[in-house]
């Protein structure tokens, strides 16, 4: 076998421009890759969990308990995959948690849990006109930004209104944005409040006065007029809007004569649910949660908020005013921040390490060189395997600093001894890359797969750290690259110097304090082989 086949790096030796084209292609996309990559607090991790939420006012938590929690967790019996089901009961709201197997489709499981949901309804109480709501349960659901919305000079419902139907929607455009939450508003109804007196004198009995309400506050359709050409659907709005509307309703007839509400009660604006209440600044308000879409970009979602939020500002209606309470991408940039740097002195102390003991700055360089052309092209795979730079990917990155100038500096160190010895740099990187290249590479997978369980650990535990792993691992075999093909190269293109030996040895060709104690431990053990 020719020297070539036997020397893994001789090609990009040989071959600079080549080598040199890759790497820099390499550098170009880790720089893009790295600029794309989505920034969170933890790696997206889908945990196959849907909640089942069912509301009904003014029902117990018994009622709940029986009537509508116990209905659905009997039609759950039968979905592939579930493996427990805890319910949560209180006064008027039924919550159910549903944790399926790791392995289950997450949209799977919900779609037979909202048709479980569905096979149910017809046990509910009549009186429970809303649908129970199902939703996944995902970490990346939690909202990122808070915005309070308060207005001193508008109605609470009114500010509701305007939060749901215009605010949101706007919000909602934001790219990458998934949903918009509204919390601690009011939602506009007439409250009616009875008489029991009249209804008695009257015999008028609560449940006809509701089926009489019912059927005169509703939107139906008529049939149809036909015509030789058309065909007109006809409807008819029966429904009330307001207080007035409902004070003159007529809810019954004794002996003829008609009943109207205003008799047996009265009819008052108000809202849905007055037991709830958000307080911004001593003003009563509205709390707009933004959520994120998976695989989106936190800090740059946020940003865009922040950008969107005074001209969100200018349309608000007068007195009304928008502010950011919460900002989670502040703690995530942060948090992102404090490993960027750590990363860096990590790198910078590696450097002044090796160059401490090699004494020459261009070694030192090119030894380097390799932490940052690394961790760009590791960048570049994480972008294609749809990867986020978070806590534990950057501490990967970190931990990795120091394996990464292993291979280069082994990989230098044989080269340079060969040039110590006389060598031309070409001929000193095609001998000293040929005796060390496969130790290089078998070390580089060595390593490698020394984390290769943490990758293939199943559990959730095992997918929170599956990035974390794959990470540090793709970032070792990435130097492995750089130490057989670019290392050598450079080295084979470095000015030749004189060689200087002790007693004997090859040192590093600059005096520095490294190499004078190496001297003297070098001198003290040949005097102690005399």
């Known amino acids: 076998m020719s020297s070539l086949g036997q020397n893994l790096a001789a090609p990009f030796i040989q071959r600079p421009v080549m080598t040199t084209v890759l790497f820099v292609a390499l550098i170009i996309f880790g720089v893009f890759a790295w600029r794309a990559l989505p920034v969170a607090m933890l790696p997206d991790v889908s945990f196959p969990t849907v909640t089942v939420t069912a509301s009904l006012p003014g029902a117990s938590a018994e009622l709940m308990a029986s009537a509508v929690a116990s209905p659905m967790e009997q039609a759950f019996s039968g979905i592939t995959g579930l493996l427990s089901v805890n319910s949560v009961n209180s006064t008027g709201t039924s919550r159910i948690t549903l944790q399926f197997d790791l392995n289950r489709d997450i949209n799977a499981a919900t779609q037979d849990t909202q048709a479980a949901v569905t096979q149910a309804a017809r046990f509910f109480p009549s009186t429970m006109t809303q649908q129970p709501t199902v939703r996944q349960q995902n970490p990346t659901d939690s909202p990122i930004v808070f915005i309070g919305l308060s207005a001193p000079n508008m109605p609470l419902y009114q500010l509701d209104a305007f939060a749901e139907q215009q605010l949101a929607v706007k919000l909602q455009s934001i790219p990458g944005v998934s949903e918009v939450r509204v919390f601690g508003g009011q939602t506009y109804a007439v409250r009616l409040l009875l008489n029991p007196y009249a209804l008695q004198a009257r015999n008028l009995s609560l449940s006809s006065l509701m089926t009489s309400i019912n059927s005169s506050n509703a939107n139906l359709p008529q049939g149809t007029l036909q015509s030789p050409s058309r065909a007109y659907t006809l409807n008819v709005d029966g429904q009330l809007t307001n207080a007035k509307a409902f004070s003159n309703l007529i809810v019954a007839y004794n002996n003829g004569a008609p009943i109207e509400f205003n008799q047996v009660g009265q009819a008052q604006d108000g809202v849905q649910q007055d037991t709830r209440a958000t307080w911004i600044n001593n003003d009563r308000g509205i709390i707009l949660a933004i959520v994120r879409q998976p695989d989106s970009n936190t800090v740059a979602i946020a940003k865009a908020i922040r950008d969107a939020l005074p001209k969100l500002n200018a349309s608000l209606p007068g007195g009304a005013h928008m502010r950011i309470i919460y900002d989670k991408s502040t703690y995530v940039q942060d ?144 130097s492995g690259v750089v130490a057989l093909t670019l290392t050598p190269m450079m080295l084979a293109r470095l000015r030749a110097t004189k060689p200087r030996t002790v007693g004997g040895i090859a040192l590093a060709h600059r005096p520095n304090f490294m190499s004078r104690l190496l001297s003297v431990i070098t001198q003290g053990y040949v005097r102690s082989l005399r």
């Open 335 to 478: 948090a992102v921040d404090e490993v960027e740097f750590t990363l860096i002195l990590a790198s910078l102390l590696v450097a002044a390490v090796i160059w401490l003991f090699l004494g020459e700055w261009r070694q030192t360089l090119v030894a380097v060189i390799s932490i940052p052309i690394s961790i760009l092209g590791t960048f570049a795979v994480m972008h294609l395997l749809g990867y986020s730079l978070n806590i534990l990917t950057l501490l990967a990155l970190t931990l990795a600093v120091g394996f990464v100038v292993d291979d280069a500096v082994v990989m230098l160190e044989n080269i340079a001894r060969h040039r110590e010895m006389g060598k031309s740099p070409m001929q000193a990187a095609l001998i000293g890359s040929r005796e060390i290249g496969f130790t290089i590479l078998s070390m580089t997978l060595s390593l490698a797969a020394v984390f290769l369980p943490l990758i293939l650990m199943g559990g959730l535990l095992g997918r929170l750290f599956l990035e974390f792993g794959a990470t540090i691992g793709i970032v070792i075999l990435m």
